[in-house]
Each structure stands twice: as C-alpha cells, then as structure tokens.
C-alpha cells in the first residue's frame, strides 16, 4: 500500500516529467531547500508542512488542512480528551497541542494518527452527556476552554516529541493569494505585545485584528495583525 510520502513522490515525477524541471530547482522554488526533494525521491520522509509546501507549489491539494480537520472532528464527535487522544493515536499526549500551535509531525505520523482514527471510531461514539473522565487535562469550572489558555503538567512537558521543531512559532498556510503565517492567540498577543486576554476581550466586544476559526480554534493571519496595527496608528489609537 502506498504510504503518503510515496503518493507525493509519485506527484513529482509527474510534475518534472510535465515542467522538465530538476529536483533541485523544484526544490529551491517551492520550499526553499534544494536537497528536499532529492532526499525525498530518494527514499526519505518529509514534514507534513514542507509536504503541503511543495504540493501547494505544483498546483495540488495540500494535506495539512484536512488532516487537522479530521482530528478535531473525531475529538469533538467522540468526547475524548486532546491529551488521551494524543497518547493512543501517536504515542505523544501533546500531540493534539503541537498540531493546534503549527508544529508539524512527519507524514508517517499523519498515517499513523489516521489509521488509529479509523480503527477507533466506533469505540469512541460518544452517548448523549458521556464525558472522557479519564483524561487529566479536564478543565476545572474557573478554567477557560479556549486551547491557547491550557496550561499542561510539568511533567507532561517533558514528554518526548515525535515533532521536528517543538519551538516552531506559527505556521504557514498556502492559499490562492499565497502563503500566510498563522498564529495561535498566544503568539498573536506576544507579536502584538498585548495580553492575551487582551485580544480575547477584543473577540468579545469588538475593535480587535480579524481572527479565524480553525478546527474550532482561534487564529490570527500575521498580515491581518500588521493591518490592525497599522490603522491604529492611522487613526491615532492605542493597540491595547
């Protein structure tokens, strides 16, 4: 069976035969490191987003979204917490929180995640009012449900990552006009220098950047962060 990373490498050799285009010179345009594909073609794995980077480039459907979709989709339908999930599906419980703040697994990962969803499914149908007791990331009353406030266990930090870059700060985002980088409310706030409490109060009452709904998670367009804060200075108010 095809793995993903053999579907993309069967989708260059198509896009050189029809471009006649090196590796090399695909590589450099579309993700910026003329070894990738090399290395790719022969026989190496890639990163779900230079993978959606350079499927992006050759005018073909990028896999990242819809993998994303999918997990929160299968989170909210089945009531599992993000952290257990985390644990079965990729033997990582931070896995859920990487995904959400831009950091990007290897492809066999993806596969890995999606054949434990598809294994899983109906093991995890939730009934009407069921919750997922045993997941110790159950907020308290007081607590926020947005992701971006979730604080994790010490303990849990100090998980091992099947993540290549835990630091990695936004994510890129390829769409018609381009490539945008997206972030989480709390790399929005830093940017912004602001509170992120700030910018939630904003989402309430109005006045602040224009933010996206993800997979049921806020997230703010870098562009659309630098146009608010431009017009603020325009119109002679403060960001905060």
Known sequence: MATLDDLIRQAVEAYLSRSQMSERKLSAFAVGDPSMVPRLTSGGSMRLDKADQLLCYMNEAPIGPGFVSEVEAFLSESGIG??????????????????????SPRLSTVE??????RANRSAFERTPGA???????????????????????????????????????????????????????????????????????????????????????????????????????RDGTPEG
């Open 82 to 103: 993000h952290r257990r999930f985390g644990s079965l599906a990729a033997r990582n419980p931070l896995f859920v929180r990487k995904l959400r703040t831009g950091a």
């Open 112 to 117: 890995q995640v999606q054949a434990w969803m």
């Open 131 to 233: 919750q997922d007791q045993g997941d110790a990331e159950q907020s308290s009353p007081d607590r926020s449900s947005d992701p971006d406030r979730h604080e994790e266990p010490a303990e849990a930090l100090a998980a091992p990552s099947s993540f290549d870059d835990t630091r990695h700060r936004g994510t890129t985002v390829y769409t018609k006009d381009g490539p945008q980088v997206i972030l989480t409310t709390r790399e929005a706030a830093a940017r912004l220098t602001l509170a992120t409490r700030t910018l939630e109060r904003y989402r309430v009452k109005g006045g602040g950047p224009r933010y996206l709904k993800i997979g049921g998670a806020v997230r703010y367009a870098r562009l659309d962060l630098l146009e608010w804060v431009l017009t603020k200075r």
